[in-house]
């Protein structure tokens, strides 16, 4: 058996990135009782990320790993978002460059894991396969594996 840890994603809507009061009420519910491993996100109508929301999440995920969901490929600016996350104590960011697929943002996951190093994790996602993946371990830049 290994060691891997298995982060839960908690969706409580159907494919929009802003949640109503109700599905906040349910998330917040989920993680009080320990279901997922703290994979979630809040962004405002503008596209940045709300801090007050994410401050009310973090508070009833206290000892999970943090993780700041894919919405942030929609922000504006990546690298000011990048240091919010890293100031509310997210772990680790879940991104595909502000692209359709990892590959395609290769070049702005691997400059935000360097920026970010040792202070948040950058996991590379959206359309990797066994066939690809490999293109993103090319350069020693700090990713979570």
Not at 48 to 67: F, V
Not at 72 to 91: A, K, R, T, W
Not at 106 to 132: H, Q, T, V, W, Y
Request: proline share 3%.
């Amino acid at each position: 058996m290994n060691n891997k840890t298995l982060g839960i994603i908690i969706i409580v809507f159907g494919g929009l990135v802003l949640y109503s009061d109700q599905e906040y009420s349910m998330l917040v519910s989920a993680i009080a009782i320990g279901i997922g491993s703290g994979i979630f996100f809040w962004k405002d109508k503008k596209n940045d990320i709300d801090i007050q929301k994410c401050n009310e999440l973090i508070k009833y995920a206290y000892g999970m790993s943090l993780t700041f969901h894919m919405a942030f490929d929609q922000v504006d600016n990546p690298y000011e978002s990048m240091e919010q996350i890293i100031d509310l104590g997210f772990d680790r960011i879940l991104t595909a460059g502000k692209k359709n697929s990892a590959i395609e943002g290769f070049d702005l996951i691997n400059d935000l894991a360097l920026k970010g190093e040792k202070r948040i994790s950058i996991m590379p996602g959206s359309k990797l396969r066994a066939s690809n993946i490999c293109l993103l371990y090319t350069s020693p830049s700090p990713r979570d594996s």
